[in-house]
């Protein structure tokens, strides 16, 4: 019934609106009420964009396991392939959904807040990595961190700009390709 529900709304957020579409008429889409709306999404926003913390777990997992081979850019962009194969597994629904984030503001600010939430996760793993003197490590940290989820940012809007016709992981490697930091070389 989730899957339902999202798919329902995504569908009449992207034709009419994220701010132009009701809790009602959703629930009337999929022939539920309204409140049983609410036992699957806390919220509207959280059809698009759900719980970020479950997208950053395979994220951190796939960057731990990188960064005992590579070097701390490469591993980090490497950390984001399970976001890769969201995209490639229901390209037309994550760009109907990633369409929809870009074009309302409340969901783009919820976005950032999502990076926030991530940025307390990743940051420490990526601080223990770095290599370097510990004073100023995790700063810089902060840093990879926070440009490398603005390239993702960059992917995001340029996927959608594009309208799919790129594949998402190409458009990944060549953001943090023409991005990579000499430092971390």
Known sequence: ???????????????????????????????????????????????????????VEPVLARLTDALRSLPVWEAVRAGFAPLDAMTAADPAGSLRALRVMLSTPALRARNTEKHLAWMTVLV???????????????????????????????CVAEWVHRGGSVPFTQLLDDIFALLKPAVLA
């Open 124 to 154: 420490p793993i990526v601080t223990g990595a770095l290599p370097g003197p510990a004073e100023g490590k995790e700063f810089r940290a902060r840093a990879v961190v926070m440009c490398s989820l603005t390239c993702l940012d960059v």
């Open 1 to 55: 019934m989730r899957e339902q529900i999202a798919a329902a709304a995504l569908v009449m957020f992207d034709d009419q609106g994220f701010e132009e579409t009701t809790v009602d008429q959703i629930a009337a889409a999929v022939d539920i009420s309204p409140r049983s709306f609410f036992r699957y999404f806390p919220a509207k926003e959280d059809v698009v964009l759900g719980d970020p913390m479950v997208y």
